[in-house]
């Protein structure tokens, strides 16, 4: 009898750690998704006079209603590890500015190519900065993400997926800094999930604010779109990045930038629909070899119990 209950005991552990083990999973998905449709409220922002910088900044200060309680709170944590903690904001203010720079200047499908070169950046330092094992099927993963985000990307009339002007640069170097912050997320796994969170949004104010005062970029939108920008801060912002850095802390940093290449599924399909354009073959090809590596990635996740 007592090892029936044991058993059924058991069970039911295994069940609910296993449960508790694809929350990660779910959390980088929901992230993908929004950041994957973030750039149509962005280019409606764009196309009503508000500059890229502005959007950036007025958006994540509509995250200060919960980032400062967060910070007043959790501030021993800052004092534990200050300089990490530094360089993870800028590395994450970084990220979203000069993400959102080259998504309104650039050409969309260049500046997708280049920012998610990220997995092989993030792999990398993973690897000789947090000495995580890659195993044969997780390279085998990782390769099956990116050649399908080349296939569903790439297009021989846009040539090799080297930088060529300051949108691209800016997508490059924002891939880079993205697999930065995930690394130093990763390494900050004894501080909260909500103070790295508030620190990274903390980081986009500040680059926001230095780039702005540098180049003198002035605010002339009206009271509409200013309050538009802070709602889409508030809201989207606050949610992507709490669901960012929940996947990225309970999960290895390849896995993680593996399944965030789900964003490339999100946002070109969200383009061709809105700018009522054909998903062709390649794309639907492309797709799938990224949803199939995230799948593998949450397969792995859910059989090593890795949380």
């Avoid at 694809?22 to 998704?33: K, N, R």
């Avoid at 390649?282 to 799938?288: F, Q």
Wanted: net charge neutral; aromatic share 12%.
């Amino acid at each position: 009898m007592n090892n029936k209950k044991d058993s059924i005991s058991q069970s039911a552990f295994i069940t609910k750690y296993k449960t508790h083990s694809m929350l990660p999973v779910f959390g980088l998905l929901l992230a993908s998704t929004m950041w994957g449709l973030i750039w149509y409220p962005l280019r409606l922002l764009d196309s009503n006079g508000l500059h890229g910088l502005w959007a950036s900044a007025l958006m994540y200060c509509g995250t200060l209603i919960i980032a400062v309680p967060i910070l007043y709170k959790g501030w021993r944590e800052w004092l534990s590890h200050p300089y990490m903690f530094f360089f993870m904001a800028i590395a994450t203010g970084w990220t979203n500015i000069a993400f959102i720079l080259a998504v309104l200047d650039g050409n969309v499908v260049r500046v997708l190519l280049l920012f998610y070169l990220s997995p092989l950046w993030a792999t990398l330092l993973s690897v000789f900065f947090l000495g995580e094992h890659l195993s044969r099927r997780a390279i085998a993963i990782l390769g099956v993400a990116m050649l399908g985000a080349v296939i569903m990307l790439w297009h021989e009339s846009l040539g090799f997926p080297a930088p060529k002007d300051t949108a691209d640069w800016f997508a490059l170097s924002a891939g880079i800094a993205f697999a930065i912050t995930n690394v130093l997320i990763h390494k900050l796994n004894h501080a909260s999930i909500m103070v790295k969170t508030a620190t990274g949004w903390l980081g986009v104010l500040l680059v926001a604010f230095i780039l702005i005062i540098f180049t003198e970029q002035k605010l002339n939108v009206t009271n509409e779109v200013i309050a538009g920008a802070w709602i889409l801060g508030a809201v989207a912002m606050t949610i992507m990045n709490i669901a960012v850095v929940y996947g990225v802390t309970h999960m290895p940093v390849h896995r993680s930038a593996i399944i965030l290449l789900f964003e490339i599924v999100v946002g070109a399909v969200s383009s061709l629909l809105l700018t009522n354009e054909v998903i062709e073959m390649r794309e639907w090809i492309g797709g799938g070899l990224v949803i199939l590596a995230a799948y593998l990635t949450a397969i792995n996740q859910v059989e090593d119990g890795a949380v």
